[in-house]
């Protein structure tokens, strides 16, 4: 009899990330600048995530958007963590079902809809091919016409020289582990034996110099991510060509990557490879010729059944009605940003007065935004063109945000308040899970463990709503982590002296107050 995990790693949780791509409503920017029609549907329609892990992207996005959500994990460990936060939330009550079937049972039952949004989030590179067509037919079967895809997997040519120590990796965990450490045990003897392969100066290694830093820095990763990422039975790196044959039964064309950084050809390429790029006629092989160029090696991508090239009238149109709000405060925003030719210094005569415009932080359509910098053509010189893709370069670092409309948010915001109550209480105790929810961008919102607990001292009483007190705020944070018996680290060692870790703390909660809080409130997080 077969096993019920189907070689899938089991015996050790999936992290508890949460990953903004499986957002519906974040699509329809990235489809517009890349000249597709945004379905009306993404925003409400039936979603459905598959393979969910512990669930957190699922559930954020049911409690803060319009979306009845369907997903599936045949964990049952991370099926009941997920269906927890639902409940929790009340996204249980409107519709939302949360289930541990595995993939062959989820996409048989009949009483699912046809969805407007499926998204698949790195399993397709874990997984068998019997369980990628079964992937497939339910996509084509489920997926509305017009409807979108999301699936992100590993691939060529980024993994080509780890592939090989990912599989002796893989064989040590499964050959000469010791069944009774368990499986974080049996990664730790099979990292160790990497480096004393590659410190031997073993050929390999001599013509893969890289393979000794990508070790150490695995060394100090999440275990539950490498029991994931690297010690699956099934494992394999698919290059775009192949995606692309698997995803043509399903009727899907490709349509743009779902990584906003992606869209923007001066941070992925010379001018000279730029050049070659668009000398290839070919859509599907210029994708190709694309990651060999960046050495890609994780691809998130949205695929569309049906997709529609919109006129450029139509397409300037749907982009001027996209709302959006800066989500940082101004001061922080970087005017530079890494990307595959080196950092990348952003234009201050473009990004300053684009910053300035929506420093109110309060939500503006981006025509609006183009009306107020023409307005004031003595200041900004800025072009449309120009605007667009400073907001796509702004979204794609996080200082901005995709908004849904208002009565979304009045519907999400008691969802996402008892969803938010709840993940902050979970702070008291570890720093697993590290966002909230936002019924304003329908979307989760990133905050380190600390400012989780200033935000839970907030709702507690130990500080007034309205004007907190950083010294009330690192009080409350500082008796949750005495605790636990915990310390702040200062140069990767633990802070020793109570009175400094408060004062740290002091330090933490001011620039919380003065800096993130206000743009929180905007968010609809806390009032």
């Known amino acids: 009899m077969a096993d019920w995990n189907d070689g899938y790693i089991t015996d050790i949780g999936y992290t508890y990330g949460y990953y903004t791509e499986l957002n519906p409503l974040r699509t329809r920017l990235a489809l517009l600048s890349a000249g597709w029609a945004a379905p009306s549907t993404l925003s409400d329609g039936p979603a459905c995530e598959l393979g969910m892990g512990q669930g957190v992207s699922v559930n954020v996005h049911a409690a803060a958007s319009g979306n009845t959500w369907f997903a599936t994990d045949f964990n049952p460990s991370q099926t009941a963590f997920a269906q927890e936060l639902a409940c929790v939330s009340g996204v249980e009550a409107q519709g939302t079902r949360i289930y541990d079937e595995a993939f062959a049972d989820f996409c048989q039952r009949t009483d699912l809809p046809d969805f407007s949004f499926i998204g698949v989030h790195g399993i397709w590179s874990w997984i068998s091919d019997a369980n990628r067509a079964v992937i497939v037919d339910f996509v084509r079967r489920k997926l509305r016409v017009g409807g979108v895809l999301y699936i992100s997997y590993n691939t060529q040519p980024g993994w080509a020289a780890m592939a090989p120590m990912r599989d002796l990796l893989a064989e040590h965990a499964q050959v000469m582990g010791v069944p009774g450490k368990g499986m974080t045990g049996r990664i730790d003897a099979a990292l160790a034996f990497a480096e004393r392969l590659v410190d031997s100066n073993c050929q390999y290694a001599q013509a893969n110099p890289q393979i000794g830093a990508r070790l150490k820095r695995l060394q100090s990763a999440n275990r539950n991510y490498l029991a994931h990422e690297y010690f699956n039975h099934d494992w394999e790196p698919m290059s775009f060509t192949r995606m692309a044959r698997w995803l043509s039964g399903a009727k899907l064309g490709y349509a743009c990557s779902a990584y906003y950084l992606d869209h923007l050809p001066a941070l992925n390429f010379t001018p000279a490879?730029?050049?070659?790029?668009?000398?290839?006629?070919?859509?599907?092989?210029?994708?190709?010729?694309?990651?060999?160029?960046?050495?890609?090696?994780?691809?998130?991508?949205?695929?569309?059944?049906?997709?529609?090239?919109?006129?450029?009238?139509?397409?300037?149109?749907a982009l001027c009605a996209q709302r959006v709000m800066l989500a940082t405060a101004p001061a922080d925003v970087q005017m530079k940003v890494k990307a595959p030719v080196g950092e990348a210094l952003l234009t201050p005569a473009i990004y300053e007065p684009v910053v300035a415009a929506m420093a109110d932080h309060r939500v503006h359509s981006i025509g609006e935004l183009w009306q107020r910098l023409q307005s004031d053509a003595s200041k900004s010189h800025v072009s449309f063109a120009q605007l667009t893709e400073a907001i796509m370069l702004l979204a794609g670092t996080g200082d901005v945000v995709a908004v849904q409309d208002e009565a979304a948010m009045h519907k999400a915001r008691p969802q996402t308040d008892k969803l938010n109550r709840h993940l902050?209480?979970?702070?008291?105790?570890?720093?697993?899970?590290?966002?909230?929810?936002?019924?304003?961008?329908?979307?989760?919102?990133?905050?380190?463990?600390?400012?989780?607990?200033?935000?839970?001292?907030?709702?507690?009483?130990k500080t007034p709503m309205d004007t907190p007190d950083p010294a009330a705020l690192a009080a409350f944070a500082w008796s949750a982590l005495l605790a636990q018996g915990q310390r702040l680290l200062k140069d990767g060692k633990p802070m020793d002296v109570a009175q400094d870790n408060v004062d740290e703390l002091k330090v933490q909660a001011a620039e919380f107050v003065t800096k993130r809080l206000p743009v929180l409130r905007r968010l609809g997080v806390v009032d």
């Open 273 to 317: 490879q730029h050049a070659l790029l668009q000398e290839q006629p070919d859509a599907m092989f210029r994708e190709t010729v694309r990651d060999f160029l960046v050495n890609q090696q994780f691809r998130r991508d949205y695929w569309i059944k049906g997709p529609r090239r919109l006129a450029p009238a139509d397409q300037a149109q």
């Open 424 to 461: 902050l209480g979970m702070a008291r105790n570890h720093a697993d899970i590290s966002c909230v929810a936002s019924p304003v961008s329908g979307a989760g919102v990133t905050l380190s463990r600390f400012q989780q607990l200033f935000l839970l001292a907030m709702l507690e009483g």
